[in-house]
C-alpha cells in the first residue's frame, strides 16, 4: 500500500481545489538587487507562448523581476495591431499591467518597424543600452551589424563604468543546436569587442532550444530561443554544454546581487531545468584580488 506524508496529501488537496503550489524560487530576492526575466524566439501566439506567460506571472507573485529581455523573433508572422495584441499583449497582460517593461532586440523573423512599438521599449533604434542599478544592458541587432553600430558598441562600453556589463541579441555566437549553427562570423567581429571591454555575460536567441555554455574567454554564454517555438531534441553531446534543454519551452530569471550572477531556467510546466550562481569574472589585465 503506497503511504503518503503529510505535506504530499496537502499537495495532493492543494492541486484538488485548483490551487498551485507555490513555485519553487532558486533565487536569494536580495535587497537592491537588479531582477529581470529573459524570453527568446517567444511571439508565436499559441497556446504554449500564453503558457510560459502564465508561469512567469506566478513566478513574478515571489520574485517581483522589474523587466523582461527578449531576444529577437518576436512576433512571427504578420504584425497586425490585432496580431501584437495576440502575440505579445495578451500572453503577457498580467506582467504588463503590474508595470513590467520589455525591452526588445530585433530577431531574423521580426520587422525593422518594431523598433517603433513603444511596449518594446526600443526608443525607435536598432540597437541601444540601458541601465539597472549596477548592471549596463546592450541591445543589438544581429541581423545586420554594421560598422556604425560596431562602432556604437566599442564606444558604449568603454563608457559604460558598471560593474556588470551584459549584452543581449538574436544569433548564438556559441551553440551545440544542430538546425542553425553558431554564427561563427558574427563571433569573429564582435566577440574581440567582448573581451577588451570585459562584457560579463552574452544572452542569445534564435536556436529554439536553453543551452548554457561552458564560459568562453572569461564570459558567460546563454541561448533561450525557445520561449515560444521549440525544437524538439535538436542539441548534441558536447563537453562545452554544460546544461542544455530541449524537450519544453523555456523563460530564465535572473537576479544580479553585488558581485553574483543568480539565474533560474523554468519549463512551461514550472519544472526548474537549470540553476546557479556565477561570480563576476575579473575585469581586463586583472588576474588577482578582487574587483574594485
Known sequence: MRRFTFLSVLAILVVARGQAPAPELKLPVAANSVRFAVIGDSGTGDRAQYE???????????????????MGDNIYGSETPADMKRKFEDPYKPLLDAGVKFYAC???????????????????????SFKK?????????????????????????????????????????????????????????IEPIFEKAGVNVVLTGHQHVYERIKPQNGIYYFVLGNSGELRFHDLRPSPDTIKGFDTDRTFMLVEIAGDTFNFQTISRTGQTVDSGALPRQPKPNQTNGPIR
Not at 510560459?52 to 527578449?70: I, K, N, T
Not at 545586420?144 to 558598441?153: G, N, Q, T
Request: net charge negative; proline share 5%; with cysteine.
Open 52 to 70: 510560459v506567460g502564465e508561469q512567469m506571472a506566478r513566478y513574478h507573485a515571489s520574485f517581483p523581476f522589474d523587466f523582461v529581455l527578449m
Open 133 to 189: 542599478g549596477n548592471v549596463s544592458f546592450f541591445a543589438l541587432d544581429s541581423n545586420y551589424m554594421d560598422p556604425a553600430e560596431l562602432e556604437w558598441l566599442t564606444t558604449q562600453l568603454s563608457q559604460s563604468g558598471s560593474a556588470w556589463n551584459i549584452c543581449y541579441f538574436h544569433h548564438p555566437l556559441y551553440t551545440h543546436a544542430r538546425f542553425h549553427g553558431a554564427d561563427v562570423d558574427l563571433r569573429t567581429r
Open 106 to 128: 530585433l530577431g531574423n523573423h521580426d520587422n525593422p518597424n518594431q523598433r517603433l512599438y513603444k511596449p518594446f521599449n526600443m526608443g525607435g533604434q536598432r540597437f541601444y
